[in-house]
T-cell receptor, first 117, second 109 residues
């Protein structure tokens, strides 16, 4: 499968615990995005990387959230001291930045569903 | 006010019907517009881009009115397999997609 992959697919944790999610983008894609989706809502942008550089972070991303993409390939999203309000689907997407192309389609992974008890 | 607004539905239509979804956006600097489809408990997938001149892909037609900041999607001859949530999406120019809440479509036999 050459699509975007995410691990784990489901995570149940207790309030106050730390969790880490992984995203593997499509191999030739240099842009990687994280979104969060709650029930009945569309995905909300969290942050994005071009190669290993984190270029933008949403105000939704509190200090408890950190994302990395150390070698410009896979990315991790860590949530520290989880709260019940963090329960959501965390989606990763990737795209290729092609010269001369105004918009490059973002391909989404299957998501990691987080439940905080 | 939300940046992208959609009627959440659900829209219940019989097979073969024509159904239209509308969406408005607030950022006049938005540069690219899309409709994504999301099946239950699955990831969003690009359905089609939306151009000012209007564009068609089989049974699907998308329209953009920049002056009114309005986007539409028309589905003709609805199929059972069209049942899904349709997300109106705007790119403000920084590769950050802004999604509407989605409009749920249920096509019944």
């Amino acid at each position: 499968d050459t699509g975007v992959s995410q691990d784990p697919r489901h995570k149940i944790t207790k309030r106050g615990q730390n969790v880490t999610f992984r995203c593997d983008p499509i191999s030739e894609h240099n842009r990687l995005y994280w979104y969060r989706q709650t029930l009945g809502q569309g995905p909300e942008f969290l942050t994005y990387f071009q190669n290993e550089a984190q270029l933008e972070k949403s105000r939704l991303l509190s200090d408890r959230f950190s994302a990395e993409r150390p070698k410009g390939s896979f990315s991790t999203l860590e949530i520290q001291r989880t709260e019940q309000g963090d329960s959501a689907m965390y989606l990763c997407a990737s795209s290729a930045r092609l010269a001369g192309v105004f918009y490059n389609e973002q391909f989404f992974g299957p998501g990691t569903r987080l439940t905080v008890l | 006010r939300k940046e992208v607004e959609q009627d959440p539905g659900p829209f219940n239509v019989p097979e073969g019907a024509t159904v239209a979804f509308n969406c408005t956006y607030s950022n006049s600097a938005s540069q690219s517009f899309f409709w994504y489809r999301q099946d239950c408990r699955k990831e969003p997938k690009l359905l089609m881009s939306v151009y000012s001149s209007g564009n068609e892909d089989g049974r699907f037609t998308a329209q953009l009115n920049r002056a009114s900041q309005y986007i539409s999607l028309l589905i003709r001859d609805s199929k059972l397999s069209d049942s899904a949530t349709y997300l109106c999406v705007v790119d403000t120019g920084f590769q950050k997609l802004v999604f509407g809440t989605g409009t749920r479509l249920l096509v019944s036999p």
